[in-house]
């Protein structure tokens, strides 16, 4: 297992954001998950190139729906991040085993999956009022590198 939480995309859209998050893996040892409906290809020239050469150096695992992701991490605490929420990210003790799970960009996630009994709780990146949303990626590097300062950023130097 990781010394850091996994990151999850539900259905992302943007190559190029999730090409950066293959690339945010590689330099933090988080397992990235990603679940289909895909936006893109993986062979997508711009996911390579948001990706650099970051590509084998990444955990990379492809679902082909949200109940596989939950039957793959079956033991996992899952944080869904949403602007809806009203706990704070910076108030959860995270632990390796957990999955910080992140909505396509510009809808977030569905109430479906908010819903979902393996949702351990739901949380926010605070930001000023009248602000939609953040990057995908920006919203989970702010968020990896919390629980992995939290966890005493192990395997890091």
Known sequence: MNSVP??????????QNTGNAIRLS????????LVEPLGFEMDEPRLKR???DYH????????????????AR???????FTTQATRVYTDVEYQSGDVLLFGPEPTGLEEAVLAHPRITDQVRI???????????TSSASIA??????QL????GS
Do not use: K
């Open 126 to 136: 605070p930001m000023l009022p009248g602000r939609r949303s953040l990057n995908i």
């Open 74 to 80: 079956p033991d996992s605490r899952v944080f869904a």
């Open 152 to 155: 005493g950023f192990v395997d």
């Open 56 to 71: 084998d150096l990444a955990t990379v695992t492809v679902h082909a729906n949200f109940d596989a992701l939950m039957a």
């Open 6 to 15: 996994s990151l999850a995309f539900h259905e992302p859209r943007i190559p």
């Open 26 to 33: 590689a330099a933090t040892g988080a397992h990235l998950d």
């Open 50 to 52: 948001a990706g650099l």
């Open 144 to 149: 990896i590198y919390e629980a992995w300062r």
